[in-house]
């Protein structure tokens, strides 16, 4: 797959490294603007702080991934803003709207699929168009249609239990999907999954990214899916997490597996370790 030369030579001399404050690539407003988030936890031992003056703004239709080492805070950031977790104090704003509430605009995929065991794969993937009194015929055409672009055809009657771990997973994007959500949040989605199941996984999200451009933030413990994935790299510093540099990836899209063997993203990947600590 083609790269930019400049592009390449400047990843081969760790250009990409951009400092914490620099701006969003988007030229627009930023979709997502998160200003001076700290997050406190109380404990029996005292005060935890988890996050620490996170400023971020993220562009519409922008993919970006979140990493850093355990216990930097890249789960909590994600739920708050999602708006299920509350921030200590500063500020989420969406689409120039503060977030004071779990938001609705928004499709969320965990690490663990959660489907439930006693609906179909079709009936988990329609539960979002029954909370949201969606009109069920448009919603399960859409549901049909997602489960065939990610291989499932054919199983849209069959128990949870019947499907493999990636099956699992790929039925929870495709409910995660269903409503057209302009917001992506996918916290660790593929890390239970072995090597080669989450290599399709990558393909499968990146292809349906690419279709309908939600803006994405991916939490992930691994360097090559991020830099696979993403627009921009984002790296959280260990506890208190704070935002230790950003990587912008410019490679071409849609991206093969191939890819990762290119000098680029090897690159990326050297510049990725070296900021997390990990040479």
Excluded at 154 to 171: C, D, I, K, V, Y
Aim: glycine residues 8%; neutral net charge.
């Amino acid at each position: 797959m083609a790269t930019d030369p400049g592009s390449t030579r400047s990843a081969e001399r760790a250009g990409p490294i951009a400092s914490a404050g620099a701006a969003s690539a988007a030229a627009q407003p930023p979709h997502i603007a998160l200003a001076h988030i700290e997050k406190v936890y109380g404990s029996e031992h005292g005060a935890v702080t988890a996050l620490q003056d996170i400023n971020l703004s993220v562009g519409r239709s922008e993919f970006i991934s979140i990493i850093g080492p355990s216990g930097s805070g890249k789960s909590t950031l994600l739920m708050i803003v999602a708006g299920l977790v509350g921030a200590t104090a500063g500020s989420v704003v969406i689409a120039d709207r503060p977030v004071a509430a779990p938001v609705t605009d928004v499709g969320i995929v965990f690490q663990q699929d959660l489907l439930f065991d006693w609906r179909t794969v079709l009936g988990n993937v329609l539960l979002p168009a029954e909370i949201r009194g969606l009109d069920k015929a448009a919603a399960r055409t859409k549901a049909m249609t997602l489960l065939a672009r990610v291989g499932l055809e054919g199983f849209e009657h069959r128990r949870p239990w019947e499907l493999s771990g990636g099956m699992r997973q790929r039925a929870a994007l495709c409910r995660a999907l269903l409503h057209d959500a302009s917001i992506l949040l996918l916290d660790e989605p593929f890390g239970a999954l072995d090597a080669l199941t989450r290599d399709q996984m990558n393909l499968d999200l990146q292809e349906l990214w690419l279709t309908d451009r939600p803006t994405a933030i991916l939490v992930t413990h691994s360097i090559s899916e991020a830099v696979f994935l993403s627009d921009r790299v984002i790296v959280l510093s260990a506890r208190p997490g704070r935002i230790a540099t950003e990587v912008r990836i410019d490679l071409a899209r849609p991206r093969s597996i191939d890819v990762r063997d290119s000098a680029a993203f090897v690159a990326y990947q050297h510049a990725l370790r070296l900021a997390i600590g990990h040479p």
